[in-house]
Nanobody
Framework: QLRLVESGGGLVQPGGSLRLSCAAS????????IGWFRQAPGKEREAVSC????????NYEDSVQGRFTVSRDNVKKIVYLQMSSLKPEDTGVYYC???????????????????????WGQGTQVTVSS
């Protein structure tokens, strides 16, 4: 059974960096696209990034393009979100989600709805503040 656990969140000053991890278990990661989402207090969940099962394709929202990098290690079953040049508006709970066969939605951006993912992690808090 699919299980996802995020880690790596914390408090960081503006301009700083954090690396989030999403550890998967119970499934063969070779078949799953992974999406990263975040939710700020009082706001709706929003998409951040997506990576295809083979890492061949990645997708970033405009708000994080050039600052965030998504990567994965299918042997270790971990997906990473490297976040740099962090801004206060990046504050929120960050979630990873997995979709079997979801590469096409990762490619065309339709992953953003979050509707098709098979499982979600519990989230990790990221706070960017001086």
């Amino acid at each position: 059974q699919l299980r996802l656990v995020e880690s790596g969140g914390g408090l960081v000053q503006p301009g700083g960096s954090l690396r989030l991890s999403c550890a998967a278990s119970g499934v063969n990661m070779d078949y799953y696209a992974i999406g990263w989402f975040r939710q700020a207090p009082g706001k709706e969940r929003e998409a951040v990034s997506c990576i295809s099962s083979s890492s061949r394709e990645t997708n970033y929202e405009d708000s994080v393009q050039g600052r965030f990098t998504v990567s994965r290690d299918n042997v270790k079953k971990i997906v990473y979100l490297q976040m740099s040049s962090l801004k206060p508006e990046d504050t929120g709970v960050y979630y990873c989600a997995a979709e079997r066969g979801g590469n096409h939605r990762c490619h065309n951006g339709n992953y953003r709805t979050g509707d098709h993912f098979d499982g979600w992690g519990q989230g990790t808090q990221v706070t960017v503040s001086s």
